[in-house]
C-alpha cells in the first residue's frame, strides 16, 4: 500500500520512531481535545489524521474456443477493473508522543520524582514549581472511583450480599467440621426423643439448643454484614447531587508518603475502551500494575487558611447604608454559594499537599526486556 502522509505527520512519524524502539505505551485514557488543543498552540498547527490509499487490479478475460479443424483459436476480449480503496486514521499515539516531548522540551511539564523530589513535595517547595507548570507527569500505584457503579452496586446490594451468604452458608454446611457438628446435633436429638420428662431431658435440650446457636453465629460470623437502608439511600442521594458520573483517578507516586497523591477526575467518553466496565475488570478499582498520568493542574491547595476570600469586597457597615440595596442582594446571592463551599471541599477532596490535574492520557509505560529478545538468545 501507498501512503501519502502530509509533511507534518511525516515529521512526527520519523520523531517517534526512535522512542516507539525505546518504549511503549499501553494507552487505557486519552483526552484527544485536550491533545490538539495543546498542541495546537505549542506549535502552531494540529494533526488530526492522516490517509493511506491501495489500489487493486483485476483481469477477466472473456474467451472462446473455435475448432476449425485445422487449428484452435480463442476469440474474445481482455478487460481490466481497477478499484482503489481510501483508509483514513487519527494517529492518536503519534500526537501524543509529540505533544508530550514538546510539553517537557519547551519547559511546561515537570515530572514528579525527576523535576520535583519527594523532599520538596515534603517541604511545600513543591508548591513553586506547580504554580510555574502547565502540565504533570507522574508514575505510581492508582485507584479507580467509579462513583456511577458503587451507586449500581449499592442499589443491589441486599441480593448480591443474600447470594454470596447463602453460598458461604452452603460451602461451610458441607465442610468436615460441620457436618461433624450437624451429626452431633442430630444424634443428640434423637437421644433426647427417647428420653423421658424430667431435669435430665431438659437440661439436653438447653445443651442442644445452645450448640445449634453457636453454628449459627459461626456461619453468621463468616457472612457479609447487613446495611440499613437509610445507609444506602443516603449514599445514593449523596452521589447523585454530587458526583453523578464522576470517576475519580487517584495516583501515589511515592509507596511511603500516601499523604500527597495526583487526584483527577476522568471522563468516560476518552476510555480508550468502550465500556468503562471493561476498564474495572482488566485493571480492577485498585490496578496491581504501575500506571503514568500526564495532566494539566488545575488546583494546588495551600496548607493553612483560604487563599482568596471573593466576598471580601463586600463591607457590612457600607451595605447597610440607604441606596445600596441592590449590592445587599447580591451579596445575599452570592453568598448561598459561598455556604456549599464546605460541601464542594468534602466532595472534591483536594487538600494540601495533594493537587489535581485536568488528564490527558493514562498508560502503562513498557521498555523492552533485552532478556526476551529473539536475537539475543
Keep these: 500500500p501507498a501512503a501519502r502522509l502530509s509533511a507534518l505527520n511525516l515529521g512526527v512519524r520519523l520523531k517517534n520512531e526512535a522512542r516507539k524502539m525505546n518504549e511503549v505505551k499501553d494507552l487505557i485514557y486519552l483526552d484527544m481535545d485536550k491533545v490538539s488543543s495543546l498542541y495546537s498552540q505549542i506549535t502552531g498547527g494540529i494533526i488530526q489524521q492522516f490517509e493511506t490509499s491501495t489500489s487493486s487490479n483485476k483481469t477477466d478475460k472473456n474467451l472462446r474456443n473455435y475448432d476449425l479443424k485445422l487449428f484452435k483459436h480463442e476469440a ?21 508522543n509529540e505533544l508530550e516531548d514538546q510539553l517537557f522540551k519547551l519547559g511546561y511539564a515537570a515530572e514528579i520524582g525527576v523535576d520535583v523530589s519527594k523532599e520538596q513535595l515534603a517541604s511545600g517547595e513543591a508548591i513553586s514549581i506547580f504554580e510555574n507548570t502547565l502540565c504533570i507527569k507522574a508514575t505510581g500505584w492508582a485507584v479507580l472511583e467509579d462513583y456511577e457503579r458503587i451507586c449500581r452496586i449499592s ?64 456461619i453468621k460470623a463468616k457472612s457479609i454484614g447487613e446495611v440499613e437502608d437509610w445507609i444506602i439511600e443516603g449514599m445514593q442521594n449523596w452521589i447523585r447531587v454530587f458526583l453523578p458520573g464522576v470517576i475519580n483517578f487517584r495516583l501515589y507516586p511515592f509507596d511511603d508518603m500516601p499523604e500527597f497523591h495526583i487526584l483527577s477526575n ?14 474495572h475488570f482488566l485493571y480492577g478499582s485498585k490496578p496491581t500494575v504501575k500506571l503514568d498520568i500526564l495532566g494539566v493542574i488545575t488546583a494546588i491547595p495551600k496548607e493553612g487558611s483560604e487563599q482568596f476570600d471573593p466576598m471580601i469586597e463586600f463591607n457590612e457597615e457600607e451595605l447597610n447604608q440607604e441606596g445600596r440595596e441592590s449590592e445587599s442582594i447580591e451579596r445575599a446571592f452570592r453568598g448561598v454559594f459561598r455556604g456549599f463551599d464546605g460541601f464542594e471541599e468534602m466532595i472534591r477532596t483536594c487538600r494540601y499537599p495533594r493537587i489535581m490535574i485536568h488528564p490527558i492520557a493514562i498508560y502503562r509505560s513498557i521498555k523492552p526486556n533485552k532478556a526476551l529478545q529473539r536475537t539475543s538468545r
Excluded: P
Design 155 to 218: 442499589a443491589n446490594y441486599k441480593d448480591i450480599a443474600a447470594l454470596i451468604n447463602r453460598s458461604i452458608e452452603s460451602s461451610l454446611r458441607e465442610s468436615d467440621e460441620c457436618k461433624e457438628i450437624l451429626e452431633k446435633i442430630e444424634s443428640q436429638r434423637n437421644e433426647i426423643r427417647l428420653m423421658k420428662n424430667g431435669q435430665q431431658k431438659t437440661k439436653r435440650k438447653n445443651e442442644l439448643d445452645e450448640l445449634e446457636h453457636n453454628l449459627e453465629l459461626f
Design 76 to 96: 474474445g476480449g481482455v478487460g481490466t477493473d481497477s478499484e482503489s480503496f481510501k483508509e483514513t486514521r487519527v494517529s492518536h499515539h503519534e500526537l501524543y
Design 266 to 279: 476522568l471522563k468516560r467518553e476518552s476510555f480508550l475502551e468502550s465500556s468503562t466496565e471493561s476498564v
